[in-house]
């Protein structure tokens, strides 16, 4: 399985043409693909206990609202004793989805061990997605 095709399958999740669960069939080989893929221009945070990926959308319309919502998770989550994993702070202004997708997957399978999910996760492709993989990794799941 090549880049090429585990690309158009992410794209047609994205687009609603194939269901989220088909994530499932590409999941080793995107694991693989992830070892290949360099984030040297973006900065993650070194993995922990505790460490906890907040799932969403990458984009949304009103990127103020969704960055102050994750704002509000991570002052939650870190009440808690949780170290959380903002995505939309590693994500470089003006990144395209396929970017922005690459290094939010690699910033959750290398370094969390949780997921924390908003109520209306289903709605979101992109957290779909993101609880797809983390639920095939076993992460444990944390609901906001």
Known sequence: ?????????????????LPA?????VVDPLLELLDLVTTDNVS????????VFI???????????QMQRNSDAENLLKAYGHKPLN????????SGWQPAMRISLTALIKNCTSIAL?????RSRDAQTQFLVASHLGY?????
């Open 21 to 25: 669960e088909s994530i499932l069939e």
């Open 1 to 17: 399985m090549n880049a090429d095709y585990l690309m158009l399958r992410l794209r047609q999740i994205r687009k609603g043409s």
């Open 87 to 94: 995505p939309l702070s590693l994500i470089p202004e003006g």
């Open 55 to 65: 799932a969403g959308d990458l984009f949304s319309a009103d990127r103020k609202l």
């Open 118 to 122: 908003f109520p209306e996760w289903g």
């Open 44 to 51: 993650i945070p070194a993995a922990g206990e505790n460490s």
């Open 140 to 144: 444990n799941v944390i609901m906001l």
